[in-house]
């Protein structure tokens, strides 16, 4: 195997949690320090995936305060791809992986995934689907009432 792929594919091999837990992070010794909320999906034994609305760099230095911690945990983006783009006009946002730093490795957990809501999963399907279908019954009672009043009107030559 190439020298510089090989300790990428022994990470893919580690062991993930899945999970959702959002955080706060920062920057600070980026070109142009910045802030954000992140939400951790993944934990690994030595790094973490997370989800941004602020676009990250590979070999990022970032600082996670974590809501269920006191201590920050300390991560270098390795990865970063951009989401695709949503039907609905959802803000942009990224995806990055990161390796977590030897002192932080031992602290950080996930908390458990959120529940599906109202406006998420299948429920914000069936929530669209029906604005949907009332604006296309709303659109054909119009049409049928402009309709029998051009009727009423004499009609179109």
């Excluded at 490795?105 to 599906?116: D, F, G, H, T, Y």
């Amino acid at each position: 195997m190439n020298a510089a792929v090989s300790p990428f594919a022994e990470r893919r091999d580690e062991t993930r949690v899945a999970g959702h837990s959002e955080a706060r992070m920062e920057a600070p010794k980026a070109i142009f320090p910045q802030e954000g909320s992140v939400v951790l999906e993944e934990v690994s034994g030595c790094g973490l995936r997370l989800r941004s609305d602020v676009q990250l760099h590979p070999d990022e230095e970032l600082v996670l305060h974590l809501k269920h911690d006191a201590l920050p945990v300390h991560a270098t983006v390795v990865w970063v791809q951009e989401e695709p783009h949503s039907l609905f006009g959802k803000r942009r946002s990224w995806i990055a992986g990161c390796r977590l730093e030897p002192d932080s490795m031992a602290r950080i957990r996930l908390e458990s995934e959120p529940k599906n809501g109202l406006w998420t999963g299948f429920g914000r399907k069936a929530m669209w689907t029906a604005i949907f279908f009332g604006a296309a019954a709303a659109f054909a009672y119009l049409l049928l009432r402009f309709a029998g009043w051009m009727g009423a009107a004499g009609g179109m030559p």
